[in-house]
């Protein structure tokens, strides 16, 4: 089984984030592994409030997961900061894998 990596935030609802990507994942009969950038408080009606992860601690999920599994994917959704774009950014640089941006950029709720 293949595996891919989300980077992104928290949807406390499930409808969006690493909830939705890892629905997606296993839609498609590839396990889904994490890195969460930010976590959400929020439901249909809105956003209620946002808590970024510490940069540092986004790379560390990301380090662990590549140093044990054979990522052949990554897709990266909320950054948050631009602190969490750098570490990302640095972190992911020279590999030879496949990353899809779907980036973030305001909710619609």
């Known amino acids: 089984m293949?595996?891919?990596?989300?980077?992104?935030?928290?949807d406390s609802s499930g409808g969006a984030g690493i909830q939705a990507d890892l629905k997606t994942f296993e839609a498609f009969d590839v396990f889904g592994t994490t890195a969460i950038t930010a976590l959400t408080a929020q439901n249909t009606t809105g956003v209620e409030q946002i808590v970024p992860m510490d940069a540092s601690f986004v790379?560390?999920?990301?380090?662990?997961?590549?140093?044990?599994?054979?990522?052949?994917?990554?897709?990266?959704?909320?950054?948050f900061n631009k602190e969490i774009i750098k570490v990302v950014g640095e972190t992911i640089k020279g590999l030879d894998i496949p990353v899809v941006m779907d980036p973030v950029s305001i909710s619609k709720a």
């Open 2 to 10: 293949k595996v891919v990596l989300s980077i992104a935030g928290s």
């Open 59 to 79: 790379q560390k999920q990301i380090e662990m997961v590549m140093n044990d599994f054979d990522v052949a994917a990554i897709k990266i959704g909320m950054l």
